[in-house]
Every structure is written in C-alpha cells, then in structure tokens.
C-alpha cells in the first residue's frame, strides 16, 4: 500500500504542485518554468511545507516552514521581494 501511495504521489504532473522528492529550489524553479509559469508568490504558495506535513488536523496551529533557497541568490532576491521567510 505504501510503495501504490508513493508511486502514485511520485508521479504527479508539473501542475498538480510539489511531488515527494522536490526540494523548496527544484519545486520553484518547476513551477515558474511550467508551460503555464506561475508567479514567485504562487509557486511559493504550492511548493512551501508547513509544520504537520499538510496533513489537516495533525498540528493544532500550523505554520509555514521557511523555504530552503540555499544556493539560489536569484530565488533568494525573489523571497525577500515578496517577504517569504527562507534559509540561505
């Protein structure tokens, strides 16, 4: 059941947001390269975690988790533009 859940989560199209082994830069740089290029703001808004992995219900008060732009100055200039939290 694991290995279907994970294929399957693996397998997602460009469109339907983060897939499991994405980092913060990779899922980025998906999103705004996509045939229809999202905007840092909502490509950060797909790709960004937030404490209780998503999962509604699992944290009482769930947060963002800073983006993790190490690396990527350009994605960096971008988060401050737009006033995302992030790790460089």
Same mark, same amino acid.
């Not at 294929?7 to 499991?20: F, H, N, S, T, Y």
């Not at 705004?32 to 490509?43: C, E, H, Q, T």
């Given at each position: 059941? %694991? +290995?279907?859940?994970?294929?399957? %989560?693996?397998?997602?199209?460009?469109?339907?947001?983060?897939?499991?082994? @994405?980092? @913060?830069?990779?899922?980025?740089?998906?999103? *705004?390269?996509?045939?229809? +290029?999202?905007?840092?703001? *909502?490509?950060?808004?797909?790709?960004?975690? *937030?404490?209780?992995?998503?999962?509604?219900? %699992?944290?009482?008060?769930?947060?963002?988790?800073? %983006? @993790?732009?190490?690396?990527?100055? @350009?994605?960096?200039?971008?988060?401050?533009? $737009?006033?995302?939290? $992030?790790?460089?």
């Amino acid at each position: 059941m %694991l +290995a279907a859940t994970v294929g399957l %989560l693996g397998g997602c199209a460009d469109e339907l947001g983060r897939k499991v082994t @994405d980092s @913060d830069v990779s899922c980025l740089r998906a999103q *705004m390269g996509a045939r229809v +290029a999202l905007s840092f703001p *909502m490509a950060a808004n797909t790709c960004q975690r *937030m404490t209780g992995h998503n999962v509604v219900g %699992l944290a009482k008060h769930p947060e963002p988790i800073p %983006l @993790d732009l190490r690396g990527a100055p @350009d994605l960096q200039a971008q988060a401050r533009e $737009y006033n995302y939290a $992030y790790r460089s």
